[in-house]
């Protein structure tokens, strides 16, 4: 095992810089296919507003650590009347949690268990949410400024997107005349 040492790591409250990091991706919409309910108003944003990003994700690990953290920093908007969210997963050792802490932006962290229960967990500056092991995770920007939060999880805990990108989630996140609505996923019916 390579040898393990004391750092510190920047976290740009703001931006979700993370400085040094260790890797980075990026979401832009034509890679989050199936995740939204109105496929029209998929292809119609991809097409008229040039394939926007919706999300970046930023990390920090150690090779051999246990653990490992990052940002994940979320662009405002919709599609249709759902808020722009990241794709959502169970992490593949089921009994691997996480925690959430949120650094700016408001929006939404919507879980759900295999039996299928569900439940939200406000994100404002100085939350922090506890994902418990089995639990899906999804993160749904319900502002208008992008919605920054760091996580910290176990290596080890992989991910599993195949569930939640067949199925989808049993509540979608929506604006309804100026509101932010959790309402049933009418897939599930
Ligand atoms: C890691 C984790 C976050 C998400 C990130 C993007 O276990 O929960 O780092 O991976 O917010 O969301 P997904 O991976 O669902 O696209
Ligand atoms: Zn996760």
Known sequence: MSELYPAE?????????????????????????????NADAWSRTIREENDPLIY??????????????????????????EFYMTRGHFHEDRTKGEVYNT????????????????????MREGSSAFIPPDWAHRSINCGPAPLVFTWFCSVAAGHDYGQ??????????????????VVANPKFD
């Open 164 to 181: 939640i990108l067949q199925q989808g989630m049993r509540k979608l996140v929506i604006e309804r005349n100026g509101e932010i609505e």
């Open 56 to 81: 970046e994700v930023l990390e920090y690990k150690q090779e051999g650590s246990d653990l490992f953290f990052g940002t994940t920093t979320m662009q405002p908007g919709k599609i249709g009347d």
């Open 103 to 122: 650094l700016s932006g408001q929006g939404l962290l919507l879980l759900e268990d295999r039996q299928g229960r569900s439940s939200t967990i406000e």
């Open 9 to 37: 790591v920047l976290i740009n409250s703001a931006t979700g810089a993370v400085s040094p990091a260790t890797g980075r991706y990026a979401k832009h919409l034509s890679e989050l296919g199936g995740i939204f309910s």
